[in-house]
């Protein structure tokens, strides 16, 4: 066979280089370090490099108390937890709008047997915080027991005004937890979990991170794990 020019194919030579949100080009030291053998299930090194993993997620995400829950999936594993884990089944989440990613955390939310709640949204707007507000304020039940916001919705680049959306919730005195979803903008956009009492957050390796795709983030504070410890759903 005759070997494909760059000229014969169109293309130019040199490294490729997708300007896309992820996943995001792996540095090179990061790429030599994949080629290394696994360790062995009980290497003490392993849990070491865990609790380092913890130590700069927490320092990452502006959170001295949260716990941080690394898992072996994509941004769509720790949605799911999110879900099985907050919510009880028929139990209802708020989504307020952004475009097609929380759209698909709804539809997600769903198809796990919970309810959604969801604000209207515009292709390249922000999140409608009245309609948010008037959803928790409607809710007299307390039906709702946690809003799911995407910070960067990366189908459009629109980043939500995160202490804004705290300020909405806040002044309606809805107990609901924030649960926000920084897998597009960890790493890329500055972010405060404390500062902004933010209950879960969740991230993936794959986006701003530049780390291969597999790891899901998970970030929770006291009040979602006792939201969590207390939920009767079945999971394991
Ligand atoms: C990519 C992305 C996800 C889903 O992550 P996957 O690893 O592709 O499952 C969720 N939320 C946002 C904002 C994303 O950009």
Same mark, same amino acid.
């Given at each position: 066979?005759?070997?494909?020019?760059?000229?014969?194919?169109?293309?130019?030579?040199?490294?490729?280089?997708?300007?896309?949100?992820?996943?995001?080009?792996?540095?090179?030291?990061?790429?030599? !370090?994949?080629?290394?053998?696994?360790?062995?299930?009980?290497?003490?090194?392993? +849990?070491?490099?865990?609790?380092?993993?913890?130590?700069?997620?927490?320092?990452?995400?502006?959170?001295?108390?949260?716990?941080?829950?690394?898992?072996?999936?994509?941004?769509?594993?720790?949605?799911?937890?999110?879900?099985?884990?907050?919510?009880?089944?028929?139990?209802?989440?708020?989504?307020?709008?952004?475009?097609?990613?929380?759209?698909?955390?709804?539809?997600?939310?769903?198809?796990?047997?919970?309810?959604?709640?969801?604000?209207?949204?515009?292709?390249?707007?922000?999140?409608?915080?009245?309609?948010?507000? @008037?959803?928790?304020?409607?809710?007299?039940?307390?039906?709702?027991?946690?809003?799911?916001?995407?910070?960067? +919705?990366?189908?459009?680049?629109?980043?939500?005004?995160?202490?804004?959306?705290?300020? !909405?919730?806040? !002044?309606?005195?809805?107990?609901?937890?924030?649960?926000?979803?920084?897998?597009?903008?960890?790493?890329?956009?500055?972010?405060?979990?404390?500062?902004?009492?933010?209950?879960?957050?969740?991230?993936?390796? @794959?986006?701003?991170?530049?780390?291969?795709?597999?790891?899901?983030?998970?970030?929770?504070?006291?009040?979602?794990?006792?939201?969590?410890? !207390?939920?009767?759903?079945?999971?394991?």
């Amino acid at each position: 066979m005759k070997p494909v020019t760059p000229e014969a194919s169109g293309r130019i030579p040199g490294r490729r280089l997708l300007h896309s949100p992820g996943p995001t080009p792996v540095p090179e030291e990061v790429m030599w !370090a994949m080629s290394r053998q696994p360790m062995d299930l009980g290497d003490p090194r392993g +849990d070491q490099i865990i609790a380092a993993c913890e130590v700069g997620l927490r320092r990452l995400l502006q959170t001295e108390a949260a716990e941080v829950f690394l898992y072996a999936s994509n941004g769509h594993g720790v949605w799911e937890a999110v879900v099985e884990n907050l919510l009880p089944m028929g139990g209802m989440a708020l989504v307020p709008g952004t475009g097609h990613f929380s759209e698909s955390w709804a539809v997600q939310t769903e198809a796990l047997g919970r309810r959604v709640l969801r604000t209207p949204w515009a292709e390249g707007r922000p999140i409608d915080l009245h309609a948010l507000a @008037q959803a928790l304020r409607q809710d007299t039940l307390q039906e709702i027991r946690a809003v799911f916001v995407v910070h960067t +919705d990366t189908s459009s680049g629109v980043s939500t005004d995160l202490a804004a959306l705290r300020a !909405a919730m806040d !002044a309606t005195g809805h107990p609901a937890l924030l649960v926000v979803d920084v897998v597009a903008s960890l790493g890329a956009a500055p972010f405060g979990m404390d500062a902004l009492r933010a209950d879960v957050v969740v991230g993936a390796s @794959q986006k701003g991170l530049m780390c291969p795709p597999g790891i899901g983030i998970i970030a929770v504070n006291a009040a979602a794990m006792a939201q969590a410890r !207390a939920n009767p759903a079945p999971r394991y």
